[in-house]
T-cell receptor
């Protein structure tokens, strides 16, 4: 069975702080994809990143970076120098071949000015 | 850039009424999905649809739910007799192929409120 755990329910930081959102997943498949989505207060799901199970290279995109460690089944997301606009719920998700997405419970991030 | 669209953005209905949520997937996509997110909870898979058939459905997708592709562009989710617990955000998604299942594009969602 697939499962995604995001242990942090809510995080509050002050603007310009760095923050890491944790994601731990469970799957028996060797081929799978991991995702992060942002859900702002308006409710839509904003795609942030997709990473396949064979690519463990870390990725950086502006203030965002992702650390994928297969050995610990983790796919953590770091926001550097957080901004108020980063306030949202962030979902980690897992997908395997031909199957639907399994989402984690989400982490609500509040960035205070 | 092509995108998935959903209408309406917000639907309010009385308990027991039928509702139809509409989605227009990306034009060359062949796989379609519905997901549900109860307020404050995680996004949950409801159903996937391909070649005019349901290819997979979750336990949530009971006899009250149905999906249809009535024409070449729309993909609908019907709830026959809404219950209070059907209040949620409903997301439609589409992907180009089974091989590209990982590239699911999500619509902006329809917020359903059942009174």
């Amino acid at each position: 069975a697939q499962k995604v755990t995001q242990a942090q329910t809510e995080i509050s930081v002050v603007e310009k702080e760095d923050v890491t959102l944790d994601c731990v997943y469970e799957t028996r498949d060797t081929t799978y994809y991991l995702f992060w989505y942002k859900q702002p207060p308006s409710g839509e799901l904003v795609f942030l990143i997709r990473r396949n199970s064979f690519d463990e290279q870390n990725e950086i995109s502006g203030r965002y970076s992702w650390n994928f460690q297969k050995s610990t089944s983790s796919f953590n997301f770091t926001i550097t120098a957080s901004q108020v606009v980063d306030s949202a719920v962030y979902f980690c998700a897992l997908s395997r071949y031909g199957q639907n997405f399994v989402f984690g419970p989400g982490t609500r991030l509040s960035v205070l000015p | 850039e092509p995108e998935v669209t959903q209408t309406p953005s917000h639907q309010v209905t009385q308990m027991g009424q039928e509702v139809i949520l509409r989605c227009v997937p990306i034009s060359n996509h062949l796989y379609f999905y519905w997901y549900r997110q109860i307020l404050g909870q995680k996004v949950e898979f409801l159903v996937s649809f391909y070649n005019n058939e349901i290819s997979e459905k979750s336990e949530i997708f009971d006899d009250q739910f149905s999906v249809e592709r009535p024409d070449g562009s729309n993909f609908t989710l019907k709830i026959r007799s809404t219950k209070l617990e059907d209040s949620a955000m409903y997301f439609c998604a589409s992907s180009e192929s089974r091989q590209k299942y990982n590239e699911q594009f999500f619509g902006p969602g329809t917020r359903l409120t059942v009174l």
